[in-house]
């Protein structure tokens, strides 16, 4: 099978799965709002189905409550793992500030148990697994904690669609989502998806209390290979402590050929 | 009587006459004033934060914000626990920890909650770095696996003394709280979860006591203060009021009259404020029984004159007219001066004093025009009977007119005495200490004090010194030469007999450098490799849980820690010494850009008193040359105005000379006492040296007639009423905040100590001079009548 008729069959389920759900939204009354949500969901996580792996550049600005800035680059690596019952590997190497230059993380995200990490420090040439069931704490000094930071894996929440309404220039269905990881550092979140691409445009997240914590938008979305749609500018507010970080990604690269090989523990060393 | 006229008079006797006439309308229009005004007491909020005693220009209280933004919002909840048994590494006891840790989470506005079962204890396992709560499920572990744990957090200068008691007896759950700052129900909210909470450990663990505190309790304890004071205070002042008016009066309806004329005076005042979105504190909250205090004189001057005119046999259209007209000029000086007093609290660095003047001003004010308008319609309407004097009794004061004899033939000796004991007193003066100790400006009557104080016995201490200790590059708490100057600070400053605890993020890096190096304690030092130390730090971070991350502890560019000290509870004194000497230590010691200037509320308090008798001073300054000009124009006299400031101003000098020498510690309510006591007592002066001018250019008497005569008109009326002032001051002595109680107390002893001056020093300083030669008498004193 050629690669562009792959891609028109897939196009064509695409279109297929777009049918049925506007059937099913119109049937809403049909589904319950848990089934609804997780429909939403499930369209936009699997609309991202087939990426393979990702390479992109990405530049952090952290902002205190009085306005002082600080920046982190750094290059994040990812592979998709298509089995939806476990995560997506990833590989984070920073570049600065310059003391954490090398320095690289390792992630094999879990549904629901604590994600298996790895930080290699080119200090101590020696990697070091990280340890800890709870790792819902800012990432690297930033508003995102490490689990707002990759991408959304849809077995990790329980669902309940609550409304659509305009978004901008686009319509949006809104869903409610409850983590299923006890150590989540949240009680819930509600998300934004569009109705036209199945992105999320905006996450607000609320602490385990149940009082919003942060805001996160997400802007700048560009389509690649005419089926990927990456957001490129990300704005987390905490609205708690008035804090916020910004990232700024480069362009994607994708099909870089990576496998599982390239996300194991030893690789951290060569990294440089 | 007197022949000339005044223009004043004039408009005393057409007001008079006006307000007998319409009487009903004045009664109407005066209730639907209060109606109106009162109105604004719907606004009238109690604030709950401790800031509020700082101007928002407070030099302490900007560099204080800074730090916040900088790091997080300090305000907390601190929850107490002691189990009977005294073994906080209980199963039972920890399990109460545990489940209060998770719990506080409820409380609102919580961002951070720290305690020995959750802090995040970190340790090597081959190649592995574990971070994970000190224990969990301490219900289930052995004592054996306790005691493992108490030894940790005891060996961990993190906990030790500040969440777990040397003794591992007691322990600390410390909540941070974010607040809004939107409304002021935000801290009720989150103190009255933290209690339900503490109610349900105590529940459910009877051995185990849980006390609150933290700076919200603290805050909480202002409002708490003040809501005390209002319940106990205010209706106690009334049934003395009503006692004193009844005694003096003997009349109900006179009593009745005034009481209407001092309620209606607060409603307005109160209800003013109110619409000027007042925020009422403690010390605002007094301006009730200020302006009670002061609106009393006025009725009772008003309404003793008429009493006095009916038993002479007039009746009572006539006396009260009468009356009226002769207490005017003295009840609208009387009223300016202490006007002018209380406003000066407005130079004062702390808005609550600026609340407490304006307020009780406009209390002032409105006793002043219903006690002239009001009160004359009520007297007319209302029955009053009085038994006429008949054969008149000319039982003219003679105690007064003895002591003004005595002193007026031994005017030399009585000068001479009463001015060493002045100059004593005064000298004493430089001897006062100003303190002001949060904890103790509560008295036990609110929980906060004893909670704070079972937390300072059993845990830690409550006065935190906070220092932003920057390295003066972006990423530079990583340079190895920076941490390790950190490092000896911490060291110096946890050597000092004065500091409890101290939390330094030195303590991080040596421990990780530890655990990277497989708990190999010779390893429990810093690293000189200033990569290594940013990858321990990125390593750490990458590792903790939601709410414990160190965000709170370094700057978001990595260019300052903070260290947090804890003080034992020091005098304001030794406060400042101990600022003074940990900043030379750094200065002796660090690099230049690691001088950084201490602060947090300790920090503040310790600088309240000063930045006010500073601001005070132009205040009081500026009420000084008010009140004399007030007094040269109404005695038509510059020397006589200008005398008159000694009688004004020895007293409050003397009452501080006083306290140095009966007491020695004075707080930040000291420096507004002789702004407010200014204008009280100087209404004495008043009266004393306009019946004194009266005398002399009315009647030709020579001095120590126009004395005599002083004393004889209003020598009772100016020591009743000083009386009554004393009285009213001193019940704010019983407040349950110390401010107050000060405040009261040192406005009682100055209206005591102007009793005396007035009494002596100021007949024998108008007797200076005066030789017998020159005497003439052109009236006989047997001639004069009052």
Not at chain 1, 40 to 66: P, Q, T, Y
Not at chain 2, 8 to 24: C, E, F, L
């Amino acid at each position: 099978m050629s690669m562009v008729l792959q891609h028109k069959l897939r196009k064509a389920l695409n279109t297929g799965l777009l049918v049925v759900m506007s059937i099913a939204s119109q049937a809403a009354l049909s589904l319950s709002l848990e089934e609804q949500g997780f429909e939403i969901a499930a369209h936009s996580d699997r609309s991202d189905r087939g990426f393979s792996d990702s390479r992109v550049e990405l530049k952090m600005i952290l902002r205190n409550a009085a306005g002082k800035e600080a920046t982190r680059k750094l290059t994040i690596t990812t592979l998709e793992i298509p089995d939806e019952s476990v995560g997506d590997k990833s590989l984070i190497i920073f570049h600065t500030p310059p003391d954490i230059d090398g320095t690289a993380l390792l992630s094999h995200a879990q549904i629901l148990e604590p994600d298996a990490q790895w930080l290699y420090l080119p200090s101590l040439k020696r990697t070091k697994r990280i340890s800890s069931v709870n790792k819902s704490g800012p990432f690297v000094g930033s508003e995102f904690a490490f689990e707002d930071l990759t991408a959304l894996e849809l077995n990790k929440y329980d669902y309940k669609y609550l409304r659509s309404e305009p978004c901008g220039a686009l319509q949006c269905d809104i869903v409610e989502r409850y983590p299923l990881y006890q150590h989540s550092g949240y009680s819930k979140q509600i998300i934004w998806v569009d109705q036209d691409v199945y992105q999320i445009r905006k996450t607000e997240f609320y602490d385990r209390r149940g009082d919003l914590l942060k805001t996160l938008e997400m802007n700048e979305y560009r389509v690649y290979t005419d089926k990927f749609w990456r957001p490129h500018h990300f704005s987390m507010v905490n609205h708690q402590t008035g804090k916020s970080t910004e990232l700024l990604y480069s362009d994607y690269n994708f099909g870089n050929d990576l496998n599982n090989r390239d996300f194991i523990k030893n690789v951290l060393k060569r990294t440089r | 009587m007197n022949t000339e006229i005044s223009s004043t008079d004039r408009i005393a006797r057409w007001i008079a006459d006006a307000v007998v006439r319409r009487r009903w309308k004045i009664i109407l229009l005066s209730l639907a004033l209060v109606a109106l005004t009162g109105n604004g007491g719907r606004y009238l909020e109690f604030s709950n934060n401790y800031r509020v005693f700082f101007s928002p220009d407070n030099p302490e209280l900007l560099a204080f914000e800074d730090f916040q933004q900088t790091y997080t919002k300090n305000d907390n909840i601190l929850f107490v626990l002691q189990s009977a048994d005294g073994k906080v590494f209980s199963p039972r006891t920890a399990a109460a920890i545990e489940q209060l840790t998770e719990q506080a989470w409820q409380i609102p506005y919580a961002t951070r909650v720290d305690s020995v079962s959750n802090f995040q204890h970190s340790w090597a396992n081959g190649d592995e770095l574990t971070v994970d709560n000190l224990y969990r499920d301490g219900a289930a572990l052995s004592q054996a696996e306790l005691d493992d744990r108490k030894a940790i957090a005891l060996n961990e200068p993190l906990l030790n003394g500040a969440l777990i008691a040397p003794d591992a007896g007691t322990t600390g759950i410390n909540v941070t709280l974010n607040f809004p700052e939107q409304s002021l129900t935000e801290l009720p909210e989150a103190i009255g979860k933290a209690r339900e909470l503490a109610g349900g450990i105590e529940q459910a663990f009877p051995d185990i006591t849980v006390a609150i505190t933290g700076i919200s309790a603290l805050n909480n304890a202002f409002a708490a203060a003040g809501q005390t004071d209002a319940m106990t205070l205010i209706p106690s002042m009334y049934l003395v009021l009503i006692l004193v008016t009844l005694i003096t009066l003997r009349s109900i309806a006179a009593t009745f009259s005034t009481v209407t004329v001092i309620a209606f005076s607060t409603v307005t005042a109160m209800g003013l404020a109110g619409y000027l979105g007042i925020a009422l504190d403690p010390i605002g909250m007094t301006s009730t029984i200020v302006i009670l205090t002061l609106a009393i004189a006025d009725s009772v001057h008003i309404l003793v004159t008429m009493l006095d005119q009916m038993r002479d046999g007039k009746d009572k259209l006539t006396g009260l007219k009468e009356s009226v007209r002769i207490n005017f000029m003295a009840v609208t000086i009387t009223s300016i001066t202490t006007i002018i007093g209380f406003l000066s609290l407005n130079f004062s660095d702390s808005p609550p004093f600026w609340y407490l003047g304006n307020i009780t001003a406009m209390g002032i004010a409105a006793a002043w025009l219903f006690s002239l308008t009001l009160l004359p319609a009520l007297i007319a309407v209302l029955p009053i009977h009085v038994k006429q004097r008949t054969p008149r009794q000319s039982e003219a004061a003679p105690f007064m007119v003895r002591l003004a004899r005595f002193i007026t033939a031994h005017h030399r000796p009585v000068l001479v005495i009463s001015t060493v004991i002045a100059v004593t007193f005064v000298s004493l003066l430089p001897r006062i200490e100003f303190n002001d100790q949060w904890v103790q400006y509560f008295d036990h009557r609110i929980e906060f004090r004893a909670n704070a104080e079972f937390a300072m016995d059993n845990l830690t201490g409550l006065y935190l010194i906070e220092y932003s200790v920057p390295s003066g590059e972006s990423g530079g708490i990583s340079n190895p030469g920076y941490l390790q100057k950190l490092d000896q600070f911490t060291a110096w400053l946890r050597e000092q007999p004065e500091v409890i605890h101290v939390y330094s993020y030195a303590d991080i890096i040596k421990r990780l450098n530890k655990n990277m190096h497989a708990d190999d304690e010779s390893w429990y030092r810093l690293t000189k490799d200033r990569n290594l130390a940013a990858q321990y730090l990125l390593l750490y971070e990458l590792s903790l849980p939601y709410g414990l991350d160190l965000n709170d502890r370094i700057s978001v560019d990595k260019a300052a820690t903070r260290v947090s000290v804890t003080v034992d509870e020091l005098s304001t004194v030794e406060v400042r010494q101990f600022l003074e000497k940990s900043q030379g230590w750094l200065q002796a010691n660090t690099p230049q850009a690691m001088w950084t200037i201490p602060t947090g509320a300790t920090v503040m308090f310790s600088y309240i008193s000063q930045r006010n008798i500073e601001s005070m001073l132009h205040g009081n300054g500026i009420a000084v040359a008010g009140i004399a000009l007030i007094l040269i124009l109404s005695l038509r006299s510059l020397s006589l105005g200008t005398l008159s400031l000694v009688p004004n101003l020895v007293p409050i000098l003397m009452t501080f000379g006083a306290w140095a020498f009966l007491v020695g510690k004075v707080g930040m309510g000291a420096a507004t006492v002789s702004a407010t006591s200014l204008g009280i007592i100087v209404d004495n002066t008043v009266h004393f040296l306009t019946k004194y001018v009266r005398a002399r250019r009315e009647m030709g008497a020579d001095r120590p007639y126009a004395i005599e005569y002083a004393f004889r008109t209003v020598g009772w009326a100016v020591a009743v009423n000083a009386v009554i002032l004393m009285f009213g001051f001193s019940m704010l002595a019983t407040s349950s905040f110390k401010v107050n109680a000060e405040m009261g107390m040192l406005t009682a002893m100055a209206v005591l100590i102007a009793l005396l001056v007035d009494f002596f020093l100021l007949p024998a300083l108008l007797m200076i001079g005066y030789r017998k030669e020159e005497v003439h008498y052109e009236h006989g004193p047997a001639a004069q009548t009052a």
